[in-house]
């Protein structure tokens, strides 16, 4: 019989005082209305007064790199066909060149594509759409923009037939991507892919995950300046099982490490094991967590990218026959301070309780004093070292995290590698 089977039947109060009277001891029954659903909760991090904090600025500076997740609505115009729409696109960044005209490039394209329709003169358009935001334009009275960029496309089937969607990334961007294919009615729908950086680019990287917010599997295409790398079929590996997608800018003079290597599982597993009633259940899964937004437990900082440390424990329930299955959470936020250095910082923390009738109060506890804000210091105490052994290499300017071990394909279960590009912070990177 299984726990919960068990448990059930524990409702019983005759039953449970039965129980009761073999331990000699006595717990109230638990009301009737408790929960048999796996519950989480989320709680910010107080400040470590030892470990400097991101300022404004910091955060400002760190998020202006990141481009912003598309919509749906970002494909559509009331009142305008596609054609017309991607015509008005092209004429307005002929006229001014900007990152928000090159987004509205990419919607019009998308619009077309995501239809599956074709025809010589939507191809030709197309085609020349796509060329235009890879020359090098310069801004009328401004300067300093140019055109240069990277792209990705997907499509429906493989060698590249069928319905598409076409990602761009211009204007020194580092990344953007799509959260939901879902949202564009491609979900799951993914059989080939190809990839492209511009000539005069240093290259890109093009990721496609089997879950939403990029999560799950992943497989990699990986261009230098000037090269197109094609997968005329993702195989059984991600045929069809494709969620979100990502497409980054490699910068020059970049070094990468997984955290992994800078934090070890065991030292992980210490903190925990130090803790009452807690005891291991299983490694300790370093992973990521991109632009969260509030859902399943996760924080709401959708400008942000998380080194995730998920931890699996059993806890032990005083005065119960049955122990708990939890997971504790912290998300840790890397940045870049203006005089170059990488620094770490304990966000938030959090846990999730499988379901049963105590799982309210297994997570009262976690969350508790005695819980897991004990540990904090701990963490806080692990970051340090590991951002000294980054900061050897350094200075940085800018810092940013790849899924797994960017392997060319992999589970974002697997780690998460962060990349550091070596030079002085300067502006703010752009916001497209």
Known sequence: MKKKELETLLMDCDRLKVLCEQMHRCRPCPPGSASARPKTRLQQAPRDPQTPGPTP?????????????????????????????????????????????????????????????????LDRLV?????????????????????????GTIYQHSDFHGASLFLNLSLGGLLTGFLNLGAFNFNDRVSSAEHMASADEVGGRLFLFQNDRFFG?????????????????????????????????????????????????GQITDVISSQDRLSSRG?????????????????????????????????????????????IRFWIYLFVTQDGRLHGQLEYFGAWVEGGLLTDAVLAFLMGPQGIVTAL????????????????????????????????????????????VKGMPSGPGPIL
């Open 377 to 420: 210091g701990q963490v806080n105490g692990l970051l340090g070292p590991a951002t000294d052994i980054a900061n050897a290499s350094g200075p940085f300017s800018n810092a940013y995290l790849l899924p797994g071990r960017n392997e060319d394909r992999g589970n974002t279960d697997d780690d998460v590698t962060i990349v550091l």
């Open 283 to 327: 490694d300790p899964i370093l992973t990521w967590d991109l632009f969260p937004d509030g859902k399943d437990g996760h924080p709401n900082e959708t400008g942000k990218m998380y080194v995730y440390v998920r931890i699996p424990v059993t806890v032990d329930v005083p005065d119960w026959p049955f122990d708990y299955d939890a997971e």
């Open 127 to 151: 085609k020349d759409a796509k060329d235009l935001l890879s020359e090098k334009l310069k801004r009328k009275g401004k300067g300093g923009f140019k055109g240069d960029n990277v792209t």
């Open 57 to 121: 600025e910091d955060i400002r500076y760190n998020r202006g790199f990141l481009g912003l997740p598309y919509k749906k609505a970002d494909l559509f115009r009331s009142g305008m066909s596609a054609e017309e729409q991607l015509r008005q696109a092209v004429e307005q960044y002929r006229t001014e060149p900007s990152a928000k005209g090159a987004v509205f490039i990419e919607m019009a394209i998308n619009r077309i594509a995501i239809s599956g329709h074709s025809d010589k003169e």
């Open 217 to 265: 599997r992943y497989v990699k295409l990986d261009a230098d300046g000037g090269e197109n790398p094609k997968l005329s079929s993702l195989g059984s590996f991600m045929n069809d099982r494709t969620s979100s997608v990502l497409i980054y800018r490699k910068s020059a003079d970049e070094v990468s490490a997984a955290v992994g290597d800078l934090v070890s599982a």
